[in-house]
């Protein structure tokens, strides 16, 4: 395992250019208005591209995150974002809002392109104060699609609860913001500038994060798999930020065929496709791994590169299962090979890594919904692996989820055992036991009648403690609420939970990163410990809890939907 604190401060490399831009107007106080709707949600703050283009708003967000810090002058922070519509011309603002707030350096990801887990390491390496990641993650983009903006702090983590309520806080007073008027800085070069009291760096966005894959994962016994004829993967960047990301690793360093990448090229509407690699966006490979001769081995990732998909050949890896897949075979791989200090996973993600985590006899944290929650955990040293059945998983190694770090955990995984991905995955359930899981979304459903669903069953659900219904025996119904280990702070209503006698589960949580209408998430999981139970499909096996679900909310009775929008 790397040690991670304190983390040793690394400095850039002389530069070859240097060059001062004269800016010959000295920043200017423009006065403004608050808009109320700057609360950050699960992660940053996402709205539809047209209510970012309003004048000022991304001003007043900005402002607003340097006010709440205590104002920008002499930090240094790294710039970037997931490639998206509207991200060129945010990075320009962003850049006269830092300079004229006296900041003393900008580290800016050459084009802007710079993915979430890739900025929190260069956080981390250079000792930034911090990072504005522009990106809406898996959301689509383009003209009529959404927008993002989320600060990370100098652990290289998203921000804590308390700095985005203060953000939001600043959000609702600000009457003016500082800029300077220069002209577009050229993201297109690397460079070395300065402007004002800022230095700026256009820097590669690649070389740092692919050193670091190197160092965790042994690259040579995975190149060896590669170039094995028998072995066949694919990758699908969703025309979202790994793209740059996957040629240098996958093929530049590992060897792999250009034509193992697809959608590698990184656009502004991302293809106008919706860059969350499920199985319903992620179609293209989906249906290849799921076709005839299928590669051994396929792997998407989102936007902005902190989601990853697993699939085997003709095998879907639930997010949940490759969490507790990862943790129970880490010791096999180079970077953590020393063993885990302890897990942790979302409230909603399965609990199959609580299995992994009894039998290595180390402790497995439960969190609310945010990669934000194990910030602290990891600070502390008491976290090595954690995940979420959202499709992110990572390590101690930056301070975000990570999807190519998976993609590379799987594929060093596969070199170490030389067996198919569902021969890995099956014989895992039949070590640890199976807990089957799926998540059903409800996508843009009508604000009022999602919250009255939330509503009646957080009324409903104490009620019906004790009860039977049918197989099952309901021991727990509450709002989950969480009370950091570290700094005991308290965060409440992180989802609804009905929790069984045999550990089966029903939870119903609202969506904090959808921009239209309201997302509903319904998740179900039943243990399984009979191996002969264990290969039944997943929906089939969960039947009863979705029956008693639809019973007990009435959401497809509510909302007038036939079926989820999206079944993972
Ligand atoms: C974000 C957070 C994740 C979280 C997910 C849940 O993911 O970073 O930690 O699990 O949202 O989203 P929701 O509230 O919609 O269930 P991402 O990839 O969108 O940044």
Redesign the pocket.
Known sequence: MREQTPHPKRVFPTPKTFYRIAATMKPQTIPTRPFTDQRP???GLRKKVTVFQQPHYLENFVQSTFNALGGIRGKRLVLGGDGRFFNQQALQTIIRLAVAGGAAGLLIARNGILS?PAASHLIRKYGLDGGFIL?A???PGGPAGDFGIKFNIANGG?APEKLTEAIYAESLKISAFQIVDIAAVDLERLSLSRILETEIRIIDPVADYADLMAELFDFDLIAGLIADSDFRFLYDAMHAVTGPYAEEIFCRRLGAAPDTLLNCTPKEDFGGGHPDPNLKYARRLVDIMFGPAPPAFGAAS?G?G??NMILGAGFFVTPSDSLAVIAANAHLVKGYRKGLKGVAR?MPTSQAIDRVAARLGIDCYETP????FFGNLFDAGRLSICG?E???TSSDHVRE?DGLWAVLFWLNLLAVKKLPVAEIVTRHWRDYGRNFYSRHDYEEIDSTIADRIMEELAQRGPGLIGRRCGRLQLTVADDFSYRDPIDGSLSCNQGLRLLFADQSRIIL?R????TSGA?L?LYFEKPENDPAAMMSETQTALAELIDLAEELTRLKELTGRREPTVIT
């Open positions: 949600g699960t992660s979430t990106s993650s898996h959301n998203p989102d902005d902190d989601r979302s919904t945010g990669w934000k979420e959202s499709f992110g989820k949580r969506s904090g990163t959808g997302t998430r």
